[in-house]
């Protein structure tokens, strides 16, 4: 099945694109589908949002504009055409 990711800040400029369409296994959470996503743009884009084999703490992850705990993306299953937005926070002042 089709996703969709919506990319912001570092994460487009390795992308290139503001949304990626991933094909996913039905039945994927949402962390499957962002491995996938790492797995397709490699390295650098796993160094962004990896350390120690979790996504890092400052980014917020959203499914269908909804903010997903970043402890439930491992048990939270997608549908079909849903969009997961990978959203860095932003400081500043």
Do not use: W
């Amino acid at each position: 099945m089709i996703v969709n990711i919506q990319c912001f800040g570092q994460v487009r400029s390795i992308t290139k694109e503001a949304i990626v369409a991933l094909e996913v296994p039905i039945d994927s959470t949402i962390s499957q589908a962002i491995d996938l996503f790492v797995k397709k743009y490699g390295e650098e884009l796993e160094k962004l949002l990896y350390r120690e084999g979790k996504l890092r703490d400052f980014y917020s992850i959203q499914v269908d504009r909804k903010n997903v705990d970043n402890d439930k993306i491992h048990e939270t299953v997608l549908t079909l055409e849903q969009t997961i937005s990978v959203i860095p926070f932003v400081a500043g002042g």
